[in-house]
């Protein structure tokens, strides 16, 4: 493995780690409020980026993350590509994003 590889190992492993410890604290309160504060945290506290890449795993089915963090997902908020970005600024996508963001 790259060590490129190795950081985008290691930085979804931290992802999955970061959403399971705020489920953890949320398990102790009841169902749907755990829920909401899961999904509240995330979208406070994570910036596009991270939830892009949250997303991009729940969506390739990674099954490491705790139960509560993917009842949260529903709530939590999905952020727009790169490319989707530039459009909305009348700017030129790069023709990389315009792939990635058609994955």
């Given at each position: 493995m790259s060590h490129d590889e190795d950081h985008i190992?290691?930085?979804?492993?931290?992802?999955?780690?970061?959403?399971?410890?705020?489920?953890?604290?949320?398990?102790?309160?009841?169902?749907?409020?755990?829920?909401?504060?899961?999904a509240e945290h995330i979208n406070k506290f994570w910036e596009p980026r991270m939830r892009r890449q949250f997303f991009e795993?729940?969506?390739a089915g990674t099954e490491n993350f705790d139960e509560l963090v993917i009842a949260a997902s529903a709530k939590i908020?999905?952020?727009?590509?790169?490319?989707?970005?530039?459009?909305?600024?009348?700017?030129?996508?790069?023709?990389?994003?315009?792939?990635?963001?058609q994955k």
């Open positions: 190992a290691s930085t979804r492993e931290k992802l999955v780690r970061m959403a399971n410890q705020i489920a953890a604290f949320f398990h102790s309160k009841p169902r749907e409020e755990g829920i909401a504060g899961v795993m729940l969506d908020k999905r952020p727009i590509s790169p490319a989707e970005a530039d459009m909305k600024l009348g700017l030129t996508a790069f023709p990389a994003d315009i792939a990635a963001s």
